[in-house]
């Protein structure tokens, strides 16, 4: 058994949607239901009331009478648990929850979010304000993978923050290999043998990178940066079959 919304489209969701919380001028409206049919619609409006009663999405204000709509047809509870239909809609009470589930995922996916800074600017903040800032220039590896990589990494122990720059690292598709940042850190024991994971990451092809370090445990003071060449989300512990640049502070 299969919801008839599932055989919307993007643009008819994004219109229904708009429809229920908002409220579309008449001509839209009109439009939007001439698509998606008038029962497909209520359908959408009461999955929406759904979410808002169970709090699982976030509607500023609910759409009008649909909170009442939803009371009224909501199954009464019964000791046998039986199955209830409900039937203005057409749909199931499992099947409801199941489609509410995914549109409060879809919902989250169009929900505005806060603009991502830009590492470079991260970069250049970080360098113009700590006042431990290490840096180191990025070496190249015998490596034939290394692809003559340049560039330079900064870092802070009192802010745990630090950034790569990276130019010339051929770029790799993250279903194979993925890079991953090792910092050696004097501070602890085997530092030698067991250096910090410092993240894994991703280079576009033919593209100059900041990317952000994402070191895993604490780092006070680094005397070596490492990138190797890992399996897809990295590994605990390295073999160094392709270590590609080192930068010693």
Do not use: C
Not at 162 to 191: T, V
Request: zero cysteines.
């Amino acid at each position: 058994m299969s919801s008839r919304l599932e055989r919307w489209s993007e643009a008819d969701f994004d219109a229904a949607y708009a429809e229920a919380t908002e409220g579309l001028g008449r001509s839209e409206r009109a439009r939007m239901l001439e698509r998606v049919g008038s029962e497909e619609f209520e359908e959408l409006e009461l999955l929406l009331a759904q979410v808002h009663v169970a709090g699982l999405g976030r509607l500023e204000t609910p759409p009008a009478g649909l909170l009442q709509k939803l009371r009224e047809q909501a199954p009464a509870a019964a000791p046998h648990r039986a199955p209830r239909r409900i039937s203005a809609a057409g749909w199931s009470a499992a099947l409801g929850w199941s489609i509410a589930a995914a549109l409060v995922l879809w919902i989250a996916l169009r929900a505005p979010t806060a603009p991502r800074e830009d590492p470079g600017e991260l970069r250049e903040r970080l360098m113009a304000s700590a006042a431990d800032l290490v840096r180191a220039d990025w070496s190249a590896t015998a490596d034939p993978l290394a692809g003559g990589v340049n560039g330079d990494v900064v870092w802070s122990s009192s802010r745990q923050q630090g950034y790569m720059r990276l130019s010339r690292l051929p770029g790799n598709d993250a279903r194979q290999r993925q890079y991953q940042l090792w910092i050696f850190d004097k501070s602890r024991a085997e530092w030698e043998a067991r250096p910090v994971d410092g993240g894994v990451f991703d280079v576009p092809a033919g593209g100059d990178v900041v990317v952000p370090i994402s070191a895993k445990l604490e780092v006070r003071e680094p005397a070596l940066f490492a990138i190797t060449l890992e399996t897809p989300g990295g590994v605990v512990v390295s073999k160094r079959e392709h270590l590609l640049a080192t930068a010693a502070p």
